[in-house]
């Protein structure tokens, strides 16, 4: 039985995370996706929230959990029985980003190694990151088509669209 862990932020949680857990549920046995959080940071969605939205978004994958931890990666690793880490690349940026970690990971873990593994992300999602995602859903853009429906249905909560009514909302005078 190889368990893996996907770690991330996850706020919020989008289809390009998504199409990463469902390709790496199809490869190992047993997949635990886990939010790692800061406490002393307060994020977009609280913790609990994005694995309630993990949860729901990931409840076709029979062999996927989620959890939530804060701490080192390997130390939680260790704990579950996971000798590896899977982490989508959407190129060479998220390369750069996650080489110095998958070496840091691999040396702190000594003498049971961490390995980092990456799957390529589906490249028409190459645009499509959590902090874009928030910016625009920030700004009252569309974002449902980019992220699972439970997320997209708590981010409008969060965030009413452009032109949806707002009691403080006043119509522009024409000059
Ligand atoms: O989605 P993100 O923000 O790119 O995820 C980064 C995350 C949370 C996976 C990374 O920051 C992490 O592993 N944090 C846990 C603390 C830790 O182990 N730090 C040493 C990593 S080299």
Known sequence: MTTVVCPGSFDPPTRGHIDIVERTARLFDRVIVCVVHNPNK???????QRVALLRDATAHLANVEVDSYTGLLVDYCHARGARSVIKGLRGATDYTYEEPMAHMNYDISAPERVDTLFIAGDPARSYVSSSLV????????????????????ALREKFPPRGAASPTAKPKQPQ
């Open 42 to 48: 307060h994020g977009t969605f609280p913790a609990a």
């Open 134 to 153: 928030r910016e625009v859903a920030t700004l009252g853009g569309a974002v449902d088509h980019l992220v699972p429906e439970p997320v997209a249905v």
